[in-house]
């Protein structure tokens, strides 16, 4: 399983747009990019997932370059409620031997 | 559709006991996941359950076990319990198993508090 590193954590104002940049450089051909966010006391949160170039959905972008070697999460116009960790994970997330690095914490302020 | 269920959502126990937590997946989900979660290690895999078969297991020592019952409803027990065992423990559902880039779903978690 591809080791992920990531900032330990980030601060961002409401209304701005928050990249988090993921580094996974073993990942091997048949892994995907999966990143998930945690608020406190809760379970983690599916947010988006891809294998190559961009993603986009109603919440979030990942933008992967071709060498996949890293991944950005795009968070646009965060607000105070995207306060959380966002985990990027490479490999298998089934279930097999998930893991979960620790994370970005995102504080986001008024 | 429901989400994944856990219970209880809290619960104290004594150090030596023994306790056993309960997860309801999403209805049609085959696998179930556990894991640790602390602030000092982070979410960390305990076993995986699909079909009523544990398909992989994380490095907890034999005080952990854990079983899946034919409605993929599934259970996991703590023995003996130290204070280190105090953690949110998390449960997740997945339609598939094994290797592969399957989303999971995962529940609120069961706080666990061993005094």
């Known amino acids: 399983l591809a080791k992920t590193t990531q900032p330990i954590s980030m601060d961002s104002y409401e209304g701005q747009e928050v990249n988090i940049t993921c580094s996974h450089n073993?990942?091997?051909?048949?892994?995907?990019i999966t990143w998930y966010q945690q608020f406190p006391s809760q379970g983690p949160r599916f947010i988006i997932q891809?294998?190559?170039t961009k993603v986009t959905n109603e919440v979030a972008s990942l933008f992967i370059p071709a060498d996949r070697k890293s991944s950005t999460l795009s968070l646009p116009r965060v607000s105070l409620s995207d306060t959380a960790v966002y985990y990027c994970?490479?490999?298998?997330?089934?279930?097999?031997?998930?893991?979960f690095g620790a994370g970005t914490r995102l504080f986001v302020k008024a | 559709k429901a989400g994944v269920t856990q219970t209880p959502r809290y619960l104290i126990k004594t150090r030596g006991q023994q306790v056993t937590l309960s997860c309801s997946p999403i209805?049609?989900?085959?696998?179930v996941s556990w894991y640790q979660q602390t602030p000092g290690q982070g979410l960390q895999f305990l076993f995986e359950?699909?079909?009523?078969?544990?398909?992989n297991k994380g490095n907890f020592p034999g005080r952990f076990s854990g079983r899946q019952f034919s409605n993929s409803r599934s259970e996991m027990n703590v023995s003996t319990l130290e204070l280190g065992d105090s953690a949110l423990y998390l449960c997740?559902?997945?339609?598939?198993?094994?290797?592969?880039?399957?989303?999971?779903?995962f529940g609120p978690g069961t706080r666990l508090t061993v005094t």
């Open positions: 073993n990942i091997a051909t048949n892994d995907y």
């Open positions: 209805s049609g989900h085959r696998s």
């Open positions: 997740a559902s997945s339609l598939n198993s094994g290797p592969g880039h399957y989303e999971q779903y």
């Open positions: 359950y699909f079909s009523e078969t544990q398909r």
């Open positions: 994970l490479v490999g298998a997330t089934g279930g097999f031997k998930t893991i």
């Open positions: 891809g294998y190559k």
